[in-house]
């Protein structure tokens, strides 16, 4: 496992992943969750994610960055009818 160097400087880190060959094709990236706030911070992180148009969703530490515009849709949530603005929820197809 590499570890992340304590001196990086928000500026690289952030340049680094989204220089990265996923995020120039519009793929997902997955970060730990605590890196970010450690490197840049939650404020930071969610403002370069809304300067590029990219969505971010967490879970079990870890941090889905999906590097494009297009709409989140969930499969399932844990309560049916909790409600996450400008979300899309995709229901399951027979036979997945």
Partial sequence: MTRIPD???PEDWIRT???A???AEGGVIRRKTRDIERIVGRDRFAH???RRGFSAI???GQ???FCNR???RFWS???PEAQIPSMEFAKPVDGF
């Fill in 77 to 79: 949530l844990p309560e």
């Fill in 58 to 60: 967490e879970n079990g």
């Fill in 48 to 50: 370069e994610l809304a």
């Fill in 70 to 72: 297009e709409p989140v």
């Fill in 21 to 23: 060959r996923a995020a």
């Fill in 17 to 19: 992943i989204f220089s």
């Fill in 7 to 9: 001196h990086l400087r």
């Fill in 63 to 65: 941090t889905v960055i």
